[in-house]
């Protein structure tokens, strides 16, 4: 048996599994067509991203990957992929990796939610707009993640009231690159913002590539700033795709969690989910070997201060994690071996990152390799439930 299923492609094998049709994908991309890009982005200045894009609609990898990303529905990614752009094609993939519902990033620039400025924020507005129309389409099974600027707390506000109003928000993705509105996430002046997100069951949000791109210069911010980067032992040569500095760098990956771990703590150490106890939170792609560490440091420290300050924290910050957040594991990562060691078996989700080339060809059968030592109905809670208290909507669209 075992023999015939390793015979199988990624495609039969998703099929063979259990739970297709019942997944959820807490993380994948929508891209926009060229034009739209183009036209969306026009006054943020250069854009290699845009500029590869256009070179690589000319390009025989992209006819190719055409031709057959009905047959190869893991393997095709970027550009070619079914349904990169739009959503009829994304419906038939979603139908073919055996997925429900999608939570889907969008593939912006970028920076229109880092950098501080009226150009940067207008663009970030005709960009959500442009996902939350798309969505109309989707027929409750693609939630686009609406990428805010927070550089002005005021005005991330009012876009954040702005979007919810119009509807069909998968959640609310967040840079990471800097202190938004020049505070803590945790301070007073962002209560608002979170208890609209709890009062509205969306879920805050944060992502690889909020923390800032070693490709993009300045004003663009990055954490940890893009000096630590500056070695030439530590640049590669990019890859003719859009990001491929970030993809093949030795550096940016070894790295980039660190915005996201320092986002997460203040956001525990700062109580916001025990003033906001509904408040939905995910961590996509930052990977997640970090985070048993990250939960053990802020027990230890929160331990200390009921015993050594006085200061009382409701519940650990670990129940907290487990409580208010969830993640999408690297498919590579050894889930078992840090669910075993570090518990907090709740937060991790089933993502395909579908169609970037970060996520797997195979991924169903490489995430049922990692979770084959776990009791076999985590399967359940891994590719199903766990995902769903980040995607509540699911269920009641």
Known sequence: MATQVAELSAQEASRADPLFGKMLDIDGHIYLPVEVYEDLTKGMGPNPSLDFYKRHLQSDEYKDGLARNKTDIFGVKGMAALGATDVEGRLEALDLMGVKAQLAFSQAIGNEMRVNSH??????????DYYLQWAKGASGRVWPAINLNMTEVDWAIEELDRVLKIGNVGGINMPCAAPPGGTSPAHSQWDPFWARLEEANVPALIHLGGGGLISQPDPDPMFPERAWGNAESL????????????????????????????YLQTMVMGRVFERFPNLRFGVLEFGTTWLGECARRMDQ????????????FDMKPSEYLRK????????????ADMINHYGMKELYCYNTDFPHLEG???PIRKFRQRLASLPEDYAQDFFVDNGRWLMPYVDAA
């Open 119 to 128: 150009v940067a924020r207008a663009t970030n507005r005709g960009i959500n």
């Open 235 to 262: 640049k590669g040569a990019p890859a003719e795709r859009g990001g491929g500095e970030e993809a093949i760098s030795p550096y940016f990956l070894l790295v980039a969690h660190m915005p996201a771990e320092l």
């Open 301 to 312: 420290w929160a331990d200390f201060q009921v015993r050594v300050v006085g200061r009382h």
């Open 324 to 335: 208010n957040v969830r993640v999408g594991p690297f498919f590579h990562e050894p889930l």
């Open 360 to 362: 797997s060809k195979d």
